[in-house]
């Protein structure tokens, strides 16, 4: 009964909102210009948390998972955000897109409960294998 | 059906997230009571402060001679061997307290004697340490390792900048990920990427005066 009192009450807390209608110079897939399946895939499975701009889900209206949402932004944000890619120096985009290859191959990312409950985030075998090769190749291709 | 699927997911992470968020809490003291306790007992870290200070007191001297390599720049390569001797035993804990040493120390790395091309590449070099260091701080052994990888890499070409007193090798193991290096401080091969498990794999593939 308490648990349900306090799970209506939270419900009128607001969170802030992550969302932006400017893309920046800066951005990955505009500097980048990865093919059209790839920059899907980064869109749907990366960018509501690594970004300014979140695609935010209905069920965003319940908390506390707007909480929860709000949280993994403001420290996928700080991680890495995909808007500001072009402002990183060489070996910066380097060490990134390396992490980038880590965490996709340990399945570390995306997160395991933005997984849960997004489903269409989720990165089949052969989507994995196709970011991942994209990535490595960009790497490379960085002096 | 899948809508149903998700409401169903969704309510049970929303009760199962309120129990988090109270758990996340206490959580978050602990760790920083543990580190409250770290910072007044551990003598390396005040070392470490008088270190940062007979830098700053330092700094004209390096200026003058620039083949003495830099305290702070010292220190780093201190801290990322005994990071890498951690790794060896595979000692999470160990190798976690190493990375947030590192991390302090190269918060207060003093680039002042260095010219400004080489100051500009060094707190390049720098920033993407700290962030590695940061992770290693906070993570599980397999991606403690992951990071160490990259963070070589920075700390390789940071000495190539400021220089070594002591002799470093330069080893690599083929094996990890597709080839990878590492800095030791002893000619012997001790695996940081693997530690028991394939202790000696590598070979010394530079020596670093």
Not at chain 1, 12 to 37: A, C, Y
Request: aromatic share 8%; hydrophobic share 35%; glycine share 2%.
């Amino acid at each position: 009964m308490v648990l349900f009192v306090a799970f209506v009450g939270i419900q009128f807390v607001s969170t802030k909102q992550n969302q932006s209608n400017v893309i920046p110079k800066t951005d990955f897939l505009l500097v980048n210009n990865p093919p059209k399946n790839i920059k899907k895939l980064l869109q749907v499975s990366c960018y509501d948390c690594h970004s300014n701009n979140t695609e935010y889900p209905w069920y965003n209206k319940i908390q506390p998972i707007a909480w929860i949402l709000e949280d993994h932004i403001k420290e996928g944000k700080a991680e890495l955000n995909f808007n500001e890619w072009d402002s990183f120096s060489s070996r910066r985009k380097k060490s990134k897109l390396k992490s980038i290859v880590n965490q996709i191959k340990d399945d570390d990312m995306p997160l395991l409960s933005y997984r849960l409950v997004h489903q269409d985030a989720i990165l089949s075998k052969s989507e994995k294998e196709l970011v991942i090769g994209y990535m490595k190749q960009l790497k490379d291709s960085l002096k | 059906m899948k809508h149903l699927r998700t409401v169903t997911i969704l309510l049970a992470v929303a009760f199962v997230g309120l129990t988090v968020i109270s758990c996340k809490d206490s959580k978050k003291e602990d760790s920083n009571d543990a580190m409250h306790s770290n910072l007044s007992t551990n003598e390396a870290e005040m070392n470490h402060d008088e270190t940062m200070d007979s830098n700053t007191m330092n700094a004209s001297n390096d200026m003058m001679d620039s083949s003495t390599q830099n305290s702070s720049a010292k220190q780093v390569v201190l801290d990322y061997m005994a990071l890498k001797d951690a790794l060896v035993e595979t000692n999470k804990d160990e190798a976690a307290q190493a990375g947030k040493k590192l991390e302090s120390t190269l918060n207060s790395f003093n680039v002042s004697s260095y010219t400004s091309e080489q100051q500009k590449e060094l707190k390049d070099i720098i920033a993407d340490a700290k962030e590695h260091a940061e992770h290693i701080g906070k993570s599980e052994m397999d991606h403690q390792r992951e990071h160490f990888k990259i963070l070589s890499k920075d700390i390789m070409d940071m000495v190539a900048i400021t220089g070594t007193e002591t002799t470093l090798y330069q080893q690599f193991c083929p094996m990890y990920d597709k080839g990878s290096a590492w800095l030791s401080m002893e000619k012997e091969v001790n695996n940081p990427y693997y530690g028991s498990k394939m202790l000696h794999c590598g070979t010394v593939q530079k020596e670093i005066n």
